[in-house]
DNA sequence: ACTGCTTAGATCACGCCATGAATTAAGGCG
DNA sequence: CGCCTTAATTCATGGCGTGATCTAAGCAGT
C-alpha cells in the first residue's frame, strides 16, 4: 500500500500557498502575525508566501489593527475580486446556472426549464451553455471565471473523465465533461449534486468549523453526503453515500430501486405521502409533492400524526446508522422534504435516533437542519473550481485548461457562441 | 477548514522515505531503477534516501539481478532484523501477546487466560507486562523492540492518550496508554482489535492492494473496520464501523445494546442459535458458542436451512448497506462466525447482497472471506506500531518514547521487572 | 588479456525552500 | 524630537530534489 506521495521542493511551497490561503479564506481578516501563529509557518515564510499571494492578486490588504504602541498589524483577507466561479445546478426539472465572485456573492443567475424533451442531454448541455451566456452577460465585464462546477443527480465516475450515471433522469454512462468541453475552455467539476449542497452546507453552513459530518439530504429521493476529514466521501467509484436505499426494514416495502425495505421508501417524501392516503388522509390531485407534504404537516387528525410519528422513527432509525458507522461530529439533515419534515419532527426524530444508535457516538454528535435550503447545489457545484483553487494555492499549475491572461484566469468563452 | 499542514523541507525527506520504504516493504526487493519509476522519484534522490535507510539498517541489499549485457541491478528489500514487534490481543477471555519480526513472522508468543477476575484491569496489564516478560525471553537476543500494539475489545478514544471504553468487558474510560507507560518505554498503540485485524487483512490478506474495503468481522458481537484510502476510518471519537447495531429492522429483535432490530441481533452467532433453538434445533448445554454454530451448520434439517437461509439474508442486506454506504471495492467478511457461515452460506448472502444493494457499487465490489482468520488481531496490533514506522520512513523522530541504541531501537524494558 | 559497449548507480552544481537572526518600518508617548 | 514597542522584511544558512555528468560493473568479440 505505497503511494503517499509528495515529492519536489516545489509542492512544498505550494502546500504553504494553501494552507495561508485557506485561512484567509476562512477565517480571514487576519495579520500576518495571526497566520504565523495559525499555521506554525515561521514569519519569515508568511511574508514570502503573502507577498507572492499579492503580487497574483489572490489576497489584499485590508486595513490594520493597533497593537499596544508598536507598529499596526496590517489586516490580510481573500481578494473577492480575484476571479468569478459558475455553478450549475441540473435539477430533475431545470436547469439552474449562477455566477458568483470569489466569496460566493450571487452576481447572477439563469433558470432555465426543462421542456418537454426532458433530461436529453443535449438539451441539458444547450441550456448549460445558454445559462453561462445568460449570467456573463447579465454580470457584465468582471474578473475572469476560475471555472465550472456542475452538480447533477446521479452518480458521477471519473474515468478520468466525469461521466455522469444516473436512474432517476435516466442517463446511462453520459460523458457530460467531454461534452461540455466542447463549448468551453474553462476548467469544467462535474459532481454529484447532493455532495456538492454538501460541501456548501460544510463551508458556509451548519458545518462550519467541522472536520467530519453527515449531511442527510430528504426530497423526493434520499441520500446523503458523509464529510470525513473535511472533503466528501466519494467511495471507489463515486456512489458513496447512497443512504436512500440501506435496508430499514428487511423483506420490508418495495422501493423504485427495486429493493424491499429501503429507508427512501419510509422516509422519502413520496413514501410519506403514500402512507398519508393509505391511512386515510385527503388527496390533493393537484398539488405538486412539495404542497401536498405542507398539507401532511398541517393536518391535525391523529392520522397524520401517527404517519409523522412512525416518519419519524424510521428516519431516526435511519441517522442512527449513520452515526454508527461514521461516528460524526454532526449530522445535518437538509433536503426540501428534509426541512419541512424536520421543523415540524426534528425532536422525534433525535428521540428515534438517540433509540437506535449507541450511546456513546449519540453523545458526541448533534442533529441540526441545513442552513442554505434545497436550492444551494449552485453554491455547491461553485465550490468545486473554488476548491481547487484553494488547494492549489491559487496557481493554476501544470497544464490546466484554465485560459490564464496576465497570471489571471481569463473568460475562456472563445469556443461559446454568441 | 484549514489545516492541511506541511511545513519545512525536511518533511518533504521523511516523505520520500516513507514512500520509498513502503515500496520496498510491499512490493520488493525492488531495484533503485524500479523504485524511481514507481514513485516518480529521480535516480538521484532515490540513490540518496536508499543509501540513508542502508546506512540506518531499514534497508539491506539483497542480490542483483541482470540487465542485457550492462551493469546488474542491484536489488533492495526492507530489513527483516531492523526491529521486533509486540502485538497484544486482549480479548474476552485471555490476553494473547506475540512477538515478530518486522516482516510479520512470529518468533515467539504467550497466551494468558483471562481468570475470574474477569477484566479487572489491573489483571488484564499484569497479563500484557508478564507476556512481555515471556515472548523476549522466549525469543532470546535480538533487534530492539520498535513498539508494542494493543488491540482491545471496544472503543479507543484519543484524549490524546488512548482511552478505552468497552461494553462487554466493563471497561469505562480505561486509560490503557497511561497505565501500560509505567511498565515500559516503549512507544505504545492502542487501537481496537478489529480495526488491528482490519489493518492486517488490508496488509497481508483478503484486501491485499486495494486502496478501500470493509471488513465485516461477525462472532458474538458484529463489527466493521472500515478502510478508506489505505487506512482504516475511526470517525470523530474513534467508534465508527459500529455495523452490527445498525438496524436491519425497525422495531425487530431485541438487541444487547438496548435497540431493536440491530443487525447483530440477527446474523450474530449468539442470534443465529437462538433463532435455531426456537425452530426446534438441538440445544447442546455443554457445548461453547462455536462448536453449537458448527452443529447448526451440519443439521441438515429443513428447519436448520431455513435459518441459514434467513441469516444469509439479513447478512446480505447488511452487507448491502455497507456497500450503498461505503462503495467500497471489497467487502471482506471475517470473524469465527463469518469464516464458518462464509464457508456454507457464500453465495445466498452474495445474493442476498445483489438484491439489496444498488447495481452498480455492487457490480463494482466483490464479498471474499479473510485470509488470515480470527486469530490474526495481534498481527494487526503489531502493524500498528509498524505503521508509524513506515510513516515516518523510519526516523524515531520528534521527542518520541522509543529508546535508541547506535540509531537503532532499544529494548526499553528498563522499568519491566524481570 | 584487452577493447568497446551497455546499463546501473553515484556525484556534482544548481535552483528552490523554510528558518532564525538581524534589520527596517511604523506608530505612540513623553 | 528622540525613544520605545511591535510588525514586517531581509539576509545568510543549511536542506532538498533534479538533470547532467561521471564512475562502476558486467558482457561480447577479438
Keep these: 500500500m505505497p503511494e503517499g506521495t ?3 521542493v516545489r509542492d512544498l511551497r505550494r502546500g504553504n500557498r494553501s494552507v495561508l490561503l485557506r485561512s484567509l479564506y476562512f477565517d480571514g481578516p487576519l495579520s500576518r502575525q495571526e ?17 507572492e499571494l499579492i503580487e ?34 441540473v435539477g430533475e426539472t431545470r436547469v439552474i446556472v449562477e455566477l458568483f465572485d470569489l466569496h460566493l456573492s450571487r452576481l447572477a443567475k439563469a433558470d432555465l426549464p426543462l421542456g418537454d424533451g426532458g433530461h436529453d442531454v443535449q438539451a441539458v448541455v444547450g441550456h448549460i451553455r445558454a445559462g453561462l451566456r445568460t449570467v456573463i452577460a447579465e454580470a457584465g465585464d468582471g474578473p475572469g ?46 459532481e454529484n449534486g447532493a455532495t456538492a449542497l454538501g460541501q456548501a452546507e460544510m463551508w458556509f453552513g451548519a458545518g462550519r468549523g467541522c472536520r467530519s459530518a453527515v449531511v442527510a439530504l430528504i426530497g423526493s429521493g434520499v441520500g446523503a453526503c458523509v464529510v470525513t476529514d473535511g472533503t466528501p466521501y466519494r467511495g471507489a467509484t463515486g456512489s458513496a453515500g447512497e443512504w436512500g436505499h440501506t435496508t430499514a426494514q428487511v423483506g420490508g416495502a418495495r422501493c423504485r430501486c427495486g429493493a424491499r425495505g429501503c429507508l427512501e421508501a419510509y422516509v422519502g417524501a413520496g413514501a410519506v405521502l403514500r402512507r398519508y392516503h393509505a391511512a386515510g388522509g385527503a388527496r390533493a390531485e393537484d398539488a405538486d ?27 431516526g432509525a435511519g441517522i442512527a446508522d449513520l452515526i454508527n458507522l461514521f461516528n460524526p461530529e454532526k449530522i445535518i439533515i437538509g433536503g426540501w422534504a428534509g426541512l419541512m419534515l424536520g421543523g415540524r419532527i426534528l425532536g422525534r426524530v ?27 447545489v449552485a453554491v455547491g457545484a461553485a465550490t468545486l473550481p473554488l476548491a481547487r483553487l484553494l488547494d492549489r494555492g491559487g496557481v493554476p499549475t501544470g497544464p490546466s485548461r484554465a485560459p490564464v491572461v496576465d497570471g489571471r484566469p481569463g473568460l475562456g468563452l472563445s469556443r461559446l457562441p454568441g
Design 145 to 190: 471565471i476560475i471555472g465550472i462546477g456542475v452538480g447533477v443527480p446521479g452518480v458521477v465516475e471519473r474515468t478520468p473523465e466525469a461521466v455522469v450515471h444516473s436512474q432517476t433522469i435516466g442517463w446511462d454512462a453520459v460523458p457530460l465533461e467531454q461534452m461540455l468541453a466542447e463549448c468551453t475552455d474553462l476548467p469544467l467539476f462535474v
Design 35 to 51: 497566520l504565523s501563529r495559525r499555521t506554525g509557518l515561521s514569519a519569515a515564510s508568511v511574508s514570502n508566501v503573502v507577498a
Design 350 to 376: 433525535r428521540a428515534a435516533a438517540a433509540e437506535y444508535a449507541l450511546r456513546r457516538p449519540f453523545a458526541q454528535t448533534s442533529i441540526e437542519l441545513c442552513h442554505l435550503g434545497p436550492e444551494a
Design 56 to 89: 497574483g492578486g489572490l489576497v489584499v490588504e485590508a486595513g490594520t489593527v493597533e497593537s499596544d504602541g508598536g507598529r499596526p498589524r496590517v489586516l490580510l483577507r481573500s481578494a473577492r475580486d480575484y476571479g468569478r466561479l459558475v455553478g450549475v445546478d
Design 289 to 315: 409533492e412539495e404542497s401536498a407534504l405542507a398539507r401532511v404537516l398541517a393536518d391535525p387528525a391523529p392520522a397524520a400524526r401517527d404517519v409523522l410519528e412512525e416518519t419519524a422513527t424510521y428516519l
Design 6 to 8: 509528495k515529492r519536489t
